[in-house]
């Protein structure tokens, strides 16, 4: 069983959960955050307790992360990193607001 609802400006589907736990998540919304088959997606749980799904990258979509910044002996990659994965959860979260 599938079908769509829309409210409040924000898309809504129901889809079937099989008996080993697992959904598909529809076409629209894979696209929308990038997932592709095969992939992975992380479940997160918000203080008010909304569960958010976020596409998880690849090794492969990380290959070349760090040719693509200035590469200095002062900023170890640990911390390039961190401040990226800031940044993308910053552009992230300001694409897909969540209410606190």
Same mark, same amino acid.
């Given at each position: 069983?599938? #079908? =769509? %609802?829309?409210?409040?400006?924000? &898309?809504? %589907? @129901?889809?079937?959960? +099989?008996?080993?736990?697992?959904?598909? @998540? /529809?076409?629209?919304?894979? *696209?929308?955050?990038? @997932?592709?088959?095969?992939?992975?997606?992380?479940?997160?749980? =918000?203080?008010? #307790?909304?569960?958010?799904?976020?596409?998880?990258?690849? /090794?492969?979509?990380?290959?070349?992360? $760090?040719?693509?910044?200035? $590469?200095? +002996?002062? +900023? /170890?990659?640990? &911390?390039?990193?961190? *401040?990226?994965? !800031?940044? !993308?959860?910053? *552009?992230? !979260?300001?694409?897909? /607001? =969540? %209410? *606190?």
């Amino acid at each position: 069983m599938s #079908g =769509t %609802e829309q409210s409040d400006n924000s &898309e809504k %589907e @129901i889809v079937a959960v +099989t008996k080993h736990g697992q959904a598909t @998540i /529809p076409k629209r919304f894979r *696209e929308k955050l990038g @997932i592709e088959a095969p992939g992975k997606v992380l479940f997160r749980e =918000t203080k008010d #307790g909304d569960v958010i799904v976020e596409h998880v990258r690849s /090794p492969s979509e990380m290959r070349g992360f $760090a040719a693509r910044n200035k $590469a200095t +002996t002062d +900023t /170890p990659a640990s &911390e390039i990193l961190r *401040e990226k994965r !800031d940044e !993308d959860r910053n *552009e992230r !979260d300001a694409q897909f /607001p =969540t %209410e *606190e």
